[in-house]
Structure formats: C-alpha cells, structure tokens
C-alpha cells in the first residue's frame, strides 16, 4: 500500500508549478505628473520582487499632460503596454480602473535644458515626421536619428553656421526652444515605437532673437542633424496672433537617453544569454551604435562577442544569434501535455538555434527523438520516436 501512494506523490511533486516572482501593481485614483513621460511608478504603487518590479516601475506609458489638461490611464492601458514590453513577471491589478493625471507643467531634468525652468507658454503639438527625416533601424535597434536637407518655409536651404551668434537668445528664450527641439525629436521615436525615448536639447546659438513672449514657437524642419550631437533647425516663430510667421535658424547639442539591455552579471565572452544575464536600464545613448530592443526576452540565445561587467550595455554588434545547444552537450528536456510537464535530461546529437529542431538521446534509456530548442541547453519535446527507425 505505502509503494502504491510514493509514485502519486512523486507525480504532484514533479507537475507543481514553479514559484515566479510575483509583482503587484495598485493603481491610485489621481497622480501629477513631473515629467515629460509617465510611467507605472507615476500612476501606482509597485510591490514585489527587486529587480522585477523595478522593471514594471519604469515602464513608459506615454506622454504627460501639459498644464492644466488631464489624461487618463486605465488598467487595460497599463497591462497593454507591458505586454508590449514583453514583460513575462506575474502581475496581479489592485486599486482603482483608471487613474486621473494631472498636468503641472513641471520640467524632467532629463527632458529640459538651459537655465531653471520658467513658466512656459503652451506650444502646438507638432504634425509629425518631415519627408525627409527618418530614424535608422524602425522598430527600436538603433536610436541614431538621421536627417536629410529639406526645402525651408520661406527661406533657401543654405544656413552659415557662422551666421548664427550664441547672444542672440536670452536664458528663457533658450529653454524655450530646447523644449520645443526636444518635442520635435522625440515625436521621431514614438512614430518609430520608441516611447521610452527622452531627448534633451541645449540650444547653442540662432540667427535672429526669439522673444520669450512669442505666441508660437515651433520646428518646421531639420535642415540637418545627427541625433545625437549636433543638429541646425529651422523654427518657426509668431510673434503674435495677428503677426506673420517668420524663419529662425538655430543650432543645439542634443542628447538622447532610452532603455537599453545591460549584463546583470559578469557575462564572459561566447556565452549564450538567457533571462538572467540581463536586465533593462535607462542609459544615455551614443550615436552610431546600434542599441538592442529593450526587451530581456529578446535577448534569450543570443551569444556574446566580448566579455561584459555588471551594468554594461550590450550592443548589437556584441550579441548575435549563436548555437543555443551544442552538440554532445547534455540539455534539460521538456516533455508536456495539457497541465502537466516532465522533466529529465538528454544528451544533444544535433545543434541550432532557438526553434530549431535537433536529435537528442535520453540519457536513461538511449532512445532518440525529435526536439525543438526553447532556450539554452533546454529542448521541448515533439516527436517521441526514434528518427532512424
């Protein structure tokens, strides 16, 4: 009798699910917002494991509202975006469904440049992409923002840098066109699914004075850029409601800062990533390099060109799409059905990549079957047959 209840119990034991870190996000009823971006943290409360919660903490949501407008947040909107974060913690939804954001116009210090923060004047939200602007890698690879010439409103296309003159423009003026610069570039990113992106923009000098009382400032285009570093823009200025629009030329040294993909641990190089080795963190980007979507998942079976420390960023060029099971090397098998799994071990008579399908031998009784690589050194089984037979 006592034989016939150990293999039951050796059953449960082996089908239990496996304890996840769990995170839990309670949702306030109002928030206000101090930034350019709100994220989770802005809008709930997150409780949970360390480096998961912070995780879900520092997602992005959207743009803030401007002064004295609202915007609201539901928790369908919530569980939407860190989905498309491919975040695979266990999240659990407390408080209120949909929060109200207030907009007090107060600047992020990754956001604004120049001088303290005066009071601003509502500016226009921009159209949109020029025709000749396009961002390098859509989809989030690269953060390098690339513009072309492109004719102006209503003056040539020609602009001496040594026209412009850095006492042109006073403090307020300053900070006032940096912001408008910074909207304009990030607009770039949210059309390439980059939200997460925060731009900050340093004007250096211009061609004409812009009062800071001006009705309406605004980018009609970049007459040429390479974000980041240096970039000339051509504004457009009313000066009143009444007053016909004009043209100023202005230079700025922009800076970008996104999520990016960092080692979480000492990583040596020829190494296969898993979700462990990486965590996601907000950097300051560099032009001309190519950033990897910030995304752990992404990163699974990928192997890595050069050894890394804690907190390094791994580039693109640094990590590519290598040999997730060698052959000859033992992998953990996953035998499943519908709610159960089995796990045991097996020797790898093939190689590949991530959904390839390889030869693996049990290891307790020699028999070869199919496998489909799910991860490094793990294989799920598909065909439980021996594939000379």
């Known amino acids: 009798m006592r034989g016939k209840l150990v293999i039951p119990l050796l059953l449960l034991i082996l089908l239990a699910p496996t304890a996840r870190a769990e995170v839990v996000v309670i ?44 915007h609201e947040f539901s928790r369908w909107d919530v569980e939407s975006r860190l989905y498309e974060m491919g975040l695979e913690t266990d999240i ?12 007090d116009g107060a600047s992020s210090p990754q956001y604004y440049a120049g001088s303290p923060q005066q009071e601003l004047l509502p500016l226009p939200r921009q159209s949109g992409l020029p025709a000749a602007a396009a961002v390098t890698a859509p989809g989030a690879r690269s953060p390098e923002l690339r513009v072309r010439p492109a004719q102006g409103v209503n003056e040539p296309r020609e602009q001496s840098q040594s026209s412009l003159r850095r006492d042109l423009l006073a403090p307020e003026a300053r900070t006032r066109v940096g912001l408008a610069i910074s909207s304009y570039i990030a607009d770039q990113y949210r059309e390439a699914k980059r939200p997460d992106i925060e731009i900050e923009s340093k004007v250096l000098a211009a ?43 202005v230079s700025a040294d922009t800076q970008v800062y996104g999520l990016s993909l960092v080692a979480a641990r000492t990583v040596m190089k020829g190494e296969v990533l898993d979700k462990r080795d990486v965590a996601v963190t907000r950097v300051k980007m560099e032009s001309g390099k190519m950033y990897l979507p910030p995304n752990r998942a992404k990163a699974i079976g990928l192997e890595v060109q050069k050894s890394f420390r804690p907190g390094e960023v791994i580039l693109a060029q640094d990590a590519v799409m290598g040999a997730a099971v060698k052959r000859g090397h033992m992998v953990i098998v996953k035998n499943e059905g519908k709610g159960w799994e089995i796990l045991s071990k097996g020797k790898a008579l093939g190689e590949g990549s991530i959904d390839d399908i390889i030869t693996v031998e049990d290891s307790s009784n020699r028999t070869k079957f199919y496998a489909r690589i799910t991860g490094p050194n793990t294989v799920a089984v598909v065909l439980k047959k021996d594939p000379k037979k």
Do not use: H, W
Request: aromatic share 6%; proline share 5%.
């Open 27 to 70: 949702i306030r009823r109002e928030a206000q917002s101090s930034g350019r971006y709100i994220r989770v943290c802005d809008i709930a409360r997150v409780d949970g494991d360390g480096d998961a919660a912070r995780e879900v903490a520092m997602t992005i949501l959207g743009p803030a509202p401007a002064r004295g407008e609202t």
């Open 92 to 103: 659990t939804f407390t408080g209120n469904d949909v929060v109200r954001v207030f907009g």
């Open 207 to 249: 061609d004409n004075d812009i009062p800071y009382s001006a009705y309406e400032v605004r980018v009609a285009e970049a007459v040429e850029a390479r974000i980041p570093g240096k970039a000339l823009m051509r504004l457009v200025v009313k000066d009143t409601a009444q007053s016909e629009p004009r043209t100023v030329t």
